[in-house]
């Protein structure tokens, strides 16, 4: 039975009914995998026995409302978001114009260009990409009597992560109000309001797609999955929630963890010209595989390329025959400069560049660009003039957030700090921001745990909907292409960033209202 509305949700809980469920929850998310590497002083020395090797992730108490229409129009419009993103990554022409417009003044989109236009020099071996991708909301209500919309906060086209952990916190949560919740003096049934969640298998179905496609060739060796990673990782759980559901979800197929910095020393390439992409087992350098699926958990960001060596390693991964998820250009499609175009009404009021994209239907169009919200270049053209003003003004930039192409949270800057910020740049790199209003979602009250502290009070929802989506670059032809189940993270009112992995945000799954 749903609660009333006269009754709070979640319930208000006695400190022993806290103790109780934290208590029982602790054990379900180790015993479940709803885990993180503890933070790294504890997992210091490598050899010693009593090393910690997990703690239970950010997660809340109770799953938070979210309005059921916001969730299902989420979900609908993601294929036809996958499709768009994999026009896009085609679309070499216009990812070269926005890359053009801001490579003088970020040298890490610079330097990704660079390896694609190598390896387009010499002719890339492969055509089929697969993505992987995450679109990103939170909800926005207009007014108390207008219906909640969903509005997009960014789409994700490289390690989109949280696929592994999201289905286990639905499980966490499905697990509570089935064991738990009735227990509680308030009691509570939300059984029918819990929606399904396929997110780890979906993801896994991907990758195993294209693992298929590519292994219907001919080959000479034994396949695989590569997962390229951050070593160390403190959501490795999470990789490997998927990393299993690869190897064991029919027929096995094995996947190996590559850390960027070992990619170098670990792989090579076949002087063949399809140059297959060859793996050697560091415990057992006789054995050979041939990658099939190269799936980057790193190297969308700077800190993973730490010297030159780091970026020969991505061209070497880019020049090979195995599928890139995501391939350079995928990866920049997923710049934020990307979302911007796409965003801002053309000047000369030509229909929206989305047409450019979508040729199937121009309702699905519009269902698209309504989950936009305002964001503005900061460059001279004259919607860029007039978004200067709005971040240089003291008051204006408070419903503003200012963003750089990077990915993995904590690089953004809101409200009142953009001024100041921008004023400490040289007016020549402001191109490379881009502007978009603050989305403020209507008030919603949680618990969290993390850590082991309870953090209780209002909190902001962020729903991520993932894709997978696997094209071939030569036919246009869309070989596969899938809604991939749902994340929710959510966070503390009073904090801006919410990412999970950054240390702001926890984990979540959604109660329908
Ligand atoms: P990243 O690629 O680093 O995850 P995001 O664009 O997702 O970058 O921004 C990080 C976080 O900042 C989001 O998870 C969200 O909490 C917050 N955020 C970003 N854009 C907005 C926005 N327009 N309105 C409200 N919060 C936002
Ligand atoms: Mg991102
Ligand atoms: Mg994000």
């Known amino acids: 039975m749903a609660p009333t509305t006269s009754e709070p949700y979640p319930p208000e809980l006695s400190s022993a009914e806290i103790d109780q469920l934290i208590f029982t929850i602790k054990d379900w998310t180790i015993a479940h995998g709803l885990a993180v590497r503890p933070p790294p002083a504890l997992v210091a020395t490598e050899n010693d026995p009593n090393v910690i090797l997990a703690t239970t992730a950010p997660v809340t108490i109770f799953p938070s409302p979210f309005p059921r229409v916001c969730f299902d129009q989420a979900r609908s419009i993601q294929v036809a978001y996958n499709n768009l993103y994999a026009s896009i990554a085609q679309d070499e022409t216009f990812l070269e114009e926005i890359v053009q417009e801001i490579l003088e003044v970020d040298e890490f989109i610079a330097e990704l260009w660079k390896v694609h236009l190598k390896v387009k020099e010499e002719g890339y071996s492969q055509s089929i990409s697969l993505g992987l991708f995450r679109s990103d909301y939170m909800v926005h209500q207009a007014t108390d009597d207008t219906q909640p919309v969903i509005k997009q906060v960014e789409f994700n086209t490289i390690a989109s992560s949280f696929g592994g952990l999201s289905l286990q916190t639905s499980k966490l949560h499905k697990y509570l ?22 997110s780890t298998s979906s993801l896994a179905s991907g990758i195993r797609t294209a693992f298929e496609a590519y292994s219907k060739g001919k080959t000479p060796h034994k396949c695989c999955v590569l997962f390229i990673v951050q070593d160390p990782e403190r959501n490795i759980f999470d990789q490997r929630h998927l990393e299993y559901e690869v190897q064991q979800n029919g027929s096995p197929i094995p996947v190996f963890r590559l850390p960027y910095s070992q990619i170098a020393a670990q792989t090579s390439l076949a002087s063949t010209p399809l140059r297959q992409l060859l793996f050697h087992p560091p415990n057992n350098p006789s054995q050979t595989f041939e990658a099939a699926v190269v799936y980057f958990r790193a190297g969308y960001g700077p800190s993973d390329y730490p010297d030159a060596s780091a970026w020969e390693a991505r061209y070497q991964i880019e020049r090979s025959h195995a599928i890139k998820c995501p391939s350079i250009l995928t990866q920049l499609a997923g710049a934020k400069k990307v979302q911007q175009v796409l965003a ?9 560049i989305l047409s450019r994209f979508m040729t199937t239907s121009p309702s699905e169009t519009t269902v698209l660009s309504k989950t936009f919200t305002n964001i503005f270049p900061l460059d001279t053209t004259p919607s860029g003039l007039h978004a200067r003003k709005i971040a240089l003004d003291p008051e204006l930039c408070k419903g503003y957030v200012l963003k750089p192409q990077r990915e993995g949270g904590g690089n953004n800057i809101y409200r009142t700090a953009i001024p100041p910020f921008l004023n400490s740049l040289p007016e020549t790199h402001w191109k490379s921001y881009i502007l978009m209003e603050i989305i403020t979602p209507p008030p919603v009250h949680n ?11 209002g909190v902001i929802c962020e729903l ?3 894709g997978t989506c696997l094209w071939d670059c030569n036919t246009k032809e869309i070989l596969h292409n899938e809604e991939a189940g749902y994340l929710l993270r959510t966070k503390g009112d009073k904090s801006e960033e919410g990412g999970v992995a950054a240390g702001f945000g926890s984990m979540d799954s959604v109660r329908l209202v």
């Open 177 to 198: 109000s089935s064991i738990s919740y009735p227990l509680l003096q308030q009691p509570l049934n939300l059984g029918e309001e819990l929606p399904h969640n396929s």
């Open 344 to 352: 801002t009404p053309d000047d000369s009021s030509n229909p929206s």
């Open 447 to 457: 618990t969290i745990l993390r850590n082991g502290l309870v953090e209780k009070g």
């Open 464 to 466: 991520g909907i993932y």
